[in-house]
């Protein structure tokens, strides 16, 4: 075994492949690229979604957060809303951490 091992050391070194350079720079783009449509596009389409529901909140909609209360909008601010969650009792919530709008009747149905 170590006769193939001397021979292998005692070898001459070639020269490199010319034109590797660019696959590293086509493979680089395209790794981005790939990254890009996977990851970077998916998630923006997610924000600007959430933004357009956040912006069309309105009195009465019946809303869950993202800590999982539900409720029926009672008020609205710039940044807030006004949740009613039982008889009486009202909670105040940033709007951008509303997680769905949820049909009309879904709390009635949910007892």
Known sequence: ????IASAHAQAEGAPAPGGEMFQIFFLVG???????IAIRP???RQKE??????????G???VTSSGILGK??????NYMVLNVANN?????QRVH????LPKGTLKSIG
């Open 1 to 4: 075994m170590s006769l193939f």
């Open 31 to 37: 790794l981005f690229a790939l990254f890009y449509f």
């Open 43 to 45: 998630q923006r389409k």
């Open 50 to 59: 959430h933004q357009q529901m956040v912006a069309a909140l309105e009195k």
């Open 61 to 63: 909609n019946e809303v």
């Open 73 to 78: 909008v009672t008020a609205l601010d710039d």
């Open 89 to 93: 009792v009202e909670m105040k919530f």
């Open 98 to 101: 509303v997680h769905a709008v």
